[in-house]
Structure formats: structure tokens, C-alpha cells
T-cell receptor, first 112, second 111 residues
Framework: DAGVIQSPRHEVTEMGQEVTLRCKPI?????LFWYRQTMMRGLELLIY????????DSGMPEDRFSAKMPNASFSTLKIQPSEPRDSAVYFC??????????FGPGTRLTVT | SQKIEQNSEALNIQEGKTATLTCNYT??????LQWYRQDPGRGPVFLLL?????KEKRKERLKVTFDTTLKQSLFHITASQPADSATYLC??????????FGKGTRLSVIA
């Protein structure tokens, strides 16, 4: 298996632009998680899905953030409009149970 | 509020020594505690899981302890090597809920 796949790996955009991050979980995993990592705040859970259904989005910072999982093999995290404070590394992870999670390589987002 | 603290941001040790990393938590009753390794530019990688009714778990040169009375987990790497240099994250979950991660400790093993 290729593991969790994220794209793009790096994204540089200007403030106000829309950003879409993509994730393909490991086949057979039924839970998907979106995290944001910064030096100041560490790894924060934004939202997680179970069987494609959003279960907890309390970590989504504001309405500018939205996430979808249209099917078991694809999820997106969208920021519209983006702001400089959104600059961070965004990770997607998947899991087949509540135990260990498998993380993707991350997307490094820079908003100027 | 729930809080997870890892003892220090950075830890430097000499090659061959045992590295000990600490994870403390408050206002939380985890069913499981997990440890992950993160290398620069990469996502965290799962290392070990220990359940609340387990005192200790080992995997090769790694050992994890879990003291629910002290609300603390210790993560040991014996006979440390420069290749063990990375950031180590602890994560708590209560079972059927998402993990909550600590900020991590950056370990540097000096040859």
C-alpha cells in the first residue's frame, strides 16, 4: 500500500485566495482525520470522519475552513479565504480502528 | 481543561545512553496512550500503544510505562543511536474518541 497520500506537498498562496488540500486514505481504513501542526500549538485535530461522515468538527477554527469526504477514498480540506495565520503543516491521517493512526506526509501551506 | 505536557521541548543525550521522555496529563482518563515518532518534514509514525491496565510495554529497544495514578507515561530508548534523533509525541485517547497529542520532545542523540 502506498500509505496516506496528500497533495499538494507545498502550497504558497496570497491572502484571500482559496486553498484546497487533498487526501487519499489507506484503502480499507474507515476513519480519516485532518490535523494542523504549528510550532506554537503542536498537532491539533481539525475534524474527523468515520465511514465518510463528519463526527467532530469542533477543532475547525472558523467558518473559513470546511472539509468533505465524498467517498471512502478521498477527502478535501478547504480554506476560503485564506489568511497568513493559516500558515502551517496540514496532515491527513487514517485509521482502521481507534488505535494507531497512519499519517500522510503533510502539506506545508504558506499564506503571504 | 484537559492538558498534556511532555517534559521538555528538547533533550540531548550521548550515544549509547538511555533516553527517557516524559508525558504528563491532567483532567483526563485515557483508555490508551500512544507514542509516535516524527522526523523533520514527515508525518508522525506510530511506535507503541499501552492500555490503562498495562504497566509496561516493550518493543526492541523501546519501553513505555503508564502510571494512571501519577497520570504519567515514560518512554525509554535504550542504547540510543544517532538514528533515534527525532521528535517524539505522546497521544491520549479514551477509546472511540480521537487522539489528543502532546507538543512533542525533540531528541538529539550525539555520537
Amino acid at each position: 500500500d502506498a500509505g496516506v497520500i496528500q497533495s499538494p506537498r507545498h502550497e504558497v498562496t496570497e491572502m484571500g485566495q482559496e486553498v484546497t488540500l487533498r487526501c487519499k486514505p489507506i484503502s480499507g481504513h474507515n476513519s480519516l482525520f485532518w490535523y494542523r501542526q504549528t510550532m506554537m500549538r503542536g498537532l491539533e485535530l481539525l475534524i474527523y470522519f468515520n465511514n465518510n461522515v463528519p463526527i467532530d468538527d469542533s477543532g475547525m477554527p472558523e467558518d473559513r475552513f470546511s472539509a468533505k469526504m465524498p467517498n471512502a477514498s478521498f477527502s478535501t480540506l478547504k480554506i476560503q479565504p485564506s489568511e497568513p495565520r493559516d500558515s502551517a503543516v496540514y496532515f491527513c491521517a487514517s485509521s482502521s480502528r481507534v488505535y494507531e493512526q497512519y499519517f500522510g506526509p503533510g502539506t506545508r501551506l504558506t499564506v503571504t | 481543561s484537559q492538558k498534556i505536557e511532555q517534559n521538555s521541548e528538547a533533550l540531548n543525550i550521548q550515544e549509547g545512553k538511555t533516553a527517557t521522555l516524559t508525558c504528563n496529563y491532567t483532567n483526563y482518563s485515557p483508555a490508551y496512550l500512544q507514542w509516535y515518532r516524527q522526523d523533520p518534514g514527515r508525518g508522525p509514525v506510530f511506535l507503541l500503544l499501552i492500555r490503562e491496565n498495562e504497566k509496561e510495554k516493550r518493543k526492541e529497544r523501546l519501553k513505555v510505562t503508564f502510571d494512571t495514578t501519577l497520570k504519567q507515561s515514560l518512554f525509554h530508548i535504550t542504547a540510543s543511536q544517532p538514528a533515534d534523533s527525532a521528535t517524539y509525541l505522546c497521544a491520549l485517547d479514551r477509546g472511540n474518541t480521537p487522539l489528543v497529542f502532546g507538543k512533542g520532545t525533540r531528541l538529539s542523540v550525539i555520537a
